[in-house]
């Protein structure tokens, strides 16, 4: 039986996203259990909230299915609440603002549409408070595959799958969005058939805050665009640094810093391969230092690599593998940057959309899309290694997770 196609703007319109594994039946057992529990109507309270322990809220996008789901998180007990939908929007992307209670949610319809919505702490809720739209002229099927904010929380990054196009948004002290600042229009294709124009996937802000760099799917570049800190605005002004071409077909989709600021790690999603990049942030240059398969040995079928992150201190990298449905562990060189496969274990479910890390280092929170559920992992902080704690909530088709820590509790500072 053919698995079911996507058609929302991760992926281009005229090809779905690579099938994923067909779910065992144990896992569709534990999905239809755990459903019961998010289906729930939102709590007031929450254990943790009820006997006065800090506990997270965990704000989780839902591939085509229009809602944000939250779930009520104890970092003290590593124990997950469902609180249900909280928002009946279309969410491609969520992300949380650091301090402030604010949620931002990246729409998939026309328009490249990003709302803001105010966080009720006490119950999870959110209140829509406003709306813009990132593209000028809307055109294809719409869609956003990733919103981020930078380093400082006052720039909210766009990038925008269907039209190929990265956005910068101011962001105001209070989280509100004030107008579009820059917008920039990618060109180029690869030989995928899922490749036949740009379709822009992440913007990351360098260490720096001097550039901007881009990866784009579509064209298999990281493109690389000046940015100025004090107008929130990513340009092609000259000299321009221009771009990092990857192996044709790669299909460039997550970038992450090492906290040392001098190498860059680069997810490709058709080729599920990871790459140690070196970064002049001098000039804003990329340079090839290594390229690792996040592929088991003897993978035969769909090949897909999806999310990317690294350790607080730097000494690991994290990756998901949805083709073998995996989570991958890589110890970190410190010296070189370069890495070492450490870890291979299963995800905990069906196609690894994403996951995140929780600022504490100890959990991992696994947003499995197909088989719709976030799944809940301890970390070592010693050895950087992953254990299933067998927890998970039913969310439809989750495709991302966000965090916002608790305001009793001491915030994340880069160390």
Same mark, same amino acid.
């Given at each position: 039986?053919?698995?079911?196609?996507?058609?929302?703007?991760?992926?281009?319109?005229?090809?779905?996203?690579?099938?994923?594994?067909?779910?065992?039946?144990?896992?569709?057992?534990?999905?239809?259990?755990?459903? +019961?529990?998010?289906?729930?109507?939102?709590?007031?309270? +929450?254990?943790?909230?009820?006997?006065?322990?800090?506990?997270?809220?965990?704000?989780?996008?839902? #591939?085509?299915?229009?809602?944000?789901?939250?779930?009520?998180?104890?970092?003290?007990?590593?124990?997950?609440?469902?609180?249900?939908?909280?928002?009946?929007?279309?969410?491609? #992307?969520?992300? @949380?603002?650091?301090?402030?209670? @604010?949620?931002?949610?990246?729409?998939?319809?026309?328009?490249?549409?990003?709302?803001?919505?105010?966080?009720?702490?006490?119950?999870?809720?959110?209140?829509? +408070?406003?709306?813009?739209?990132?593209?000028?002229?809307?055109?294809?099927?719409?869609?956003?595959?990733?919103?981020?904010?930078?380093?400082?929380?006052?720039?909210? *990054?766009?990038?925008?799958?269907?039209?190929?196009?990265?956005?910068?948004?101011?962001?105001? &002290?209070?989280?509100?969005?004030?107008?579009?600042?820059?917008?920039?229009?990618?060109?180029?294709?690869?030989?995928?058939?899922?490749?036949?124009?740009?379709? +822009?996937?992440?913007?990351?802000?360098?260490?720096?805050?001097?550039?901007?760099?881009?990866?784009?799917?579509?064209?298999?570049? @990281?493109?690389?665009?000046?940015?100025?800190?004090?107008?929130?605005?990513?340009?092609?002004?000259?000299?321009?640094?221009?771009?990092?071409?990857?192996?044709?077909?790669?299909?460039?989709?997550?970038?992450?810093?090492?906290?040392?600021?001098?190498?860059?790690? *680069?997810? !490709?999603?058709?080729?599920?391969?990871?790459? @140690?990049?070196?970064?002049?942030?001098?000039?804003?240059?990329?340079?090839?230092?290594?390229?690792?398969?996040? !592929?088991?040995?003897?993978?035969?079928?769909?090949?897909?690599?999806?999310?990317?992150?690294?350790?607080?201190?730097?000494?690991?990298?994290?990756?998901?593998?949805?083709?073998?449905?995996?989570?991958?562990?890589?110890?970190?060189?410190?010296?070189?940057? &370069?890495?070492?496969?450490?870890?291979?274990?299963?995800?905990?479910?069906?196609?690894? #959309?994403?996951?995140? *890390?929780?600022?504490?280092?100890?959990? *991992?929170?696994?947003?499995?899309?197909?088989?719709?559920?976030? !799944?809940?992992?301890?970390?070592?902080?010693?050895?950087?290694?992953?254990?299933?704690?067998?927890?998970?909530?039913?969310?439809?088709?989750?495709?991302?997770?966000?965090?916002?820590?608790?305001?009793?509790?001491?915030?994340?500072?880069?160390?």
């Amino acid at each position: 039986m053919n698995e079911p196609q996507y058609t929302a703007p991760h992926i281009p319109p005229d090809a779905g996203p690579p099938p994923a594994r067909r779910p065992s039946r144990r896992t569709v057992l534990a999905a239809m259990t755990a459903t +019961t529990a998010a289906a729930l109507p939102l709590f007031s309270t +929450t254990p943790a909230a009820a006997e006065g322990r800090p506990s997270d809220l965990l704000y989780i996008g839902t #591939w085509g299915r229009s809602q944000v789901h939250a779930i009520r998180f104890d970092p003290a007990r590593g124990t997950m609440a469902p609180l249900g939908s909280v928002a009946e929007v279309s969410s491609n #992307w969520v992300t @949380v603002h650091p301090t402030r209670p @604010v949620v931002y949610v990246a729409g998939g319809e026309q328009g490249g549409l990003v709302r803001t919505f105010h966080v009720d702490d006490a119950s999870g809720a959110l209140r829509q +408070t406003g709306e813009i739209q990132t593209e000028a002229v809307p055109g294809g099927s719409g869609g956003l595959s990733y919103i981020g904010l930078d380093e400082n929380a006052d720039t909210l *990054l766009v990038a925008d799958f269907a039209a190929g196009s990265a956005s910068t948004v101011q962001v105001h &002290r209070d989280g509100g969005l004030g107008a579009v600042a820059s917008t920039v229009q990618h060109t180029g294709s690869g030989p995928s058939p899922r490749q036949t124009s740009p379709h +822009t996937h992440h913007v990351l802000i360098d260490p720096t805050r001097r550039f901007a760099l881009v990866a784009d799917f579509g064209a298999d570049r @990281v493109f690389v665009h000046r940015y100025d800190r004090t107008t929130h605005r990513i340009s092609d002004s000259t000299p321009t640094p221009g771009s990092y071409a990857t192996a044709p077909g790669s299909g460039p989709r997550r970038l992450a810093f090492h906290p040392r600021g001098r190498t860059v790690y *680069l997810l !490709n999603e058709l080729t599920a391969d990871i790459e @140690v990049l070196s970064w002049d942030a001098t000039t804003g240059t990329l340079t090839p230092r290594q390229l690792l398969t996040t !592929n088991a040995p003897g993978h035969t079928g769909v090949t897909s690599a999806a999310e990317l992150a690294v350790s607080r201190d730097g000494r690991h990298v994290y990756v998901s593998n949805r083709g073998d449905n995996a989570l991958v562990v890589f110890a970190v060189d410190q010296r070189t940057g &370069r890495l070492t496969e450490a870890q291979r274990l299963p995800c905990g479910g069906v196609t690894p #959309w994403s996951f995140s *890390l929780h600022p504490e280092g100890r959990w *991992l929170f696994v947003a499995n899309e197909v088989s719709s559920t976030v !799944n809940l992992f301890g970390v070592d902080p010693g050895t950087g290694q992953l254990t299933d704690t067998g927890t998970s909530v039913a969310v439809p088709n989750p495709d991302c997770v966000s965090i916002r820590r608790s305001s009793s509790t001491k915030k994340y500072t880069r160390p």
